[in-house]
């Protein structure tokens, strides 16, 4: 079965860090690809930050710059999201999407993934 599965989430305090996980099966993760999307309630799904599946390309939404590190382990077929100096409007479902494309991209729209997980929920409070 392919599917990707977000895990990691939780409540923390702001300020604090956070590391959440994709993992992949059913599919060649190495040739895919991924991005971390988030939806906030009330709010349309954001990109966050992406990987090329060369992990050479990575990107980055500005409200996250230098809070936020994405990274992947294709051995183990997984993504990871480390998040630092989290603050309330981190709060939200956090979501692992793949992207099929054969070239390192990222792409920042949610409508260039093909492959979804079911998101995990980061709640900040302040």
């Known amino acids: 079965q392919v599917q990707l599965v977000e895990s990691g989430g939780g409540l923390v305090q702001a300020g604090a860090s956070l590391s959440v996980s994709c993992a992949a099966s059913g599919l060649s993760f190495n040739r895919y690809n991924l991005g971390w999307f988030r939806q906030a309630p009330g709010k349309e799904r954001e990109f966050v930050a992406g990987i090329s599946w060369t992990g050479t390309v990575t990107a980055y939404a500005d409200f996250v710059k230098g809070r936020f590190t994405i990274s992947r382990d294709n051995a183990k077929n997984t993504a990871y999201l480390k998040m630092n100096s989290l603050n309330a409007e981190d709060t939200a479902v956090y979501y692992c999407?793949?992207?099929?494309?054969?070239?390192?991209?990222?792409?920042?729209?949610?409508?260039?993934?093909?492959?979804w997980g079911r998101g995990t929920q980061v709640t900040v409070s302040s």
């Open positions: 999407a793949a992207n099929a494309r054969p070239a390192p991209v990222v792409p920042t729209t949610a409508t260039n993934y093909d492959l």
